[in-house]
């Protein structure tokens, strides 16, 4: 009995022990899932904050309005007195034979490019160098007759009546042999002026005479434009202005030119002056007959402040421009003064090296904030190029 109850004891103190250990376990257990939790609710705060601040960083560029924009400069800008006309020539001929004959060989054709004295054409030469030959002839045989006459004459066995005779007899002789030999050199058709040939008008084979044209030669290195000026203006043009010319069908090409002629009459019907503009064709781009835009200068302005027209805003008869100063675009009225086809000049309100918007100002309000979308991409590429 008693050895019954000590070994009820020893069950009991081993199990009481093993309670023990189980309950620190857990404690344990329940220290690490406390740390762990409040590890976990740390970090999503700090994300929700990182989220957070990176959705207003996007909400704040999504606000400001994108841009681009260019640097105002300072250049020259002139005014100028705009007229349309077509193209001319200063140096154009029509060749014509000056002998009747048969075409033997032409040697160049519509477009091609001749230098002054070039050949162009050939006759036949037989029949006029036949003429040729037996004028020759005719000549030593008076000449040597003459020489005759003169020795009779200084023996003086001749009287002058017939050596004067015989030395205008001589002399027509040599004249008409001097003839025969224009006219075989006139069968070789040659270039008067340098130019480009603009028209062929015969074939091999035909028969021409003196009346008929050949060709036309054209040179090109110097064109003139007719243009004709409103009476109003005759005090501010003279000879040697400057000018210059465009065409539509040459893009944004200018072509210089110069006042060469200026009329004294001014015509009654029509209150209008003839002046005359010579162009300087380098690169042979400018055609007799093309349709131009004649640009007579009339006054520049120099180093003055200037303002791409794609920059301007018009609104109720006045210019403006948005000038963007710390990603705010200021509304700005424009003063113009002188201005042409891509430049406006701007009297006052706009300063040298203003950033000034050039797209995306349509509908763009004073004092918007923007984002100069140009400015970025230019400082990506830097960062690309460097890396």
């Not at 344990?28 to 609710?41: I, L």
């Not at 030669?217 to 501010?236: F, L, Q, R, S």
Request: with cysteine; hydrophobic share 35%; charged share 30%.
């Amino acid at each position: 009995m008693q050895t019954r109850v000590i070994n009820l004891l020893l069950t009991l103190t081993v199990t009481a022990s093993l309670l023990t250990i189980g309950c620190a376990g857990d404690d344990s257990h329940s220290e690490d899932g406390k740390n762990s939790t409040a590890e976990s609710k740390d970090e999503i705060k700090e994300d929700d904050k990182k989220n957070k601040s990176e959705g207003e960083d996007s909400k704040r560029e999504e606000d400001l309005i994108p841009v681009e924009t260019t640097v105002v400069t300072v250049g020259d800008i002139s005014s100028f007195i705009l007229l349309s006309s077509n193209l001319e020539t200063e140096k154009m001929t029509d060749i014509y034979s000056r002998v009747q004959g048969i075409i033997e060989k032409i040697f160049i054709e519509e477009g091609d490019y001749v230098k002054k004295g070039q050949l162009l054409l050939q006759l036949e030469p037989d029949e006029l160098a036949f003429r040729e030959a037996k004028a020759k002839v005719d000549y030593e045989q008076e000449k040597n007759l003459y020489e005759r006459k003169k020795a009779m004459s200084e023996k003086q066995l001749l009287s002058k009546e017939e050596f004067e005779m015989a030395k205008f007899s001589v002399a027509a002789r040599k004249l008409l042999w001097q003839e025969a030999k224009l006219n075989l050199n006139h069968t070789r058709i040659t270039a008067p002026i340098s130019g480009v040939v603009g028209e062929r008008l015969r074939r091999p084979g035909d028969r021409i005479q003196p009346s008929d044209k050949l060709f036309t030669v054209i040179n090109n290195d110097e064109m003139i434009a007719v243009i004709h000026v409103p009476e109003k203006e005759i005090g501010v043009i003279k000879k040697g202005q400057k000018a210059f010319i465009k065409s539509q069908h040459l893009g944004d090409d200018q072509f210089a030119g110069w006042i060469k002629r200026v009329s004294p009459v001014v015509d009654p019907q029509s209150g209008t002056f003839k002046v005359t503009v010579g162009i300087d064709n380098k690169g042979k781009r400018l055609r007799p007959g093309m349709f131009v835009n004649v640009h007579v200068i009339t006054d520049v302005h120099r180093n003055t402040v200037l303002v791409p027209k794609t920059a301007v805003v018009y609104q109720n008869e006045n210019m403006h421009v948005f000038v963007v100063k710390d990603n705010i675009a200021k509304k700005v009225t424009l003063v113009p003064g002188y201005q042409d086809y891509e430049k406006i000049e701007s009297r006052s309100g706009i300063d040298p090296d203003d950033k000034i918007v050039v797209v995306g100002q349509a509908g763009l309000k004073d004092g918007a904030k923007v984002n100069i979308v140009a400015e970025q991409e230019r400082a990506t590429e830097a960062a690309h190029a460097s890396n």
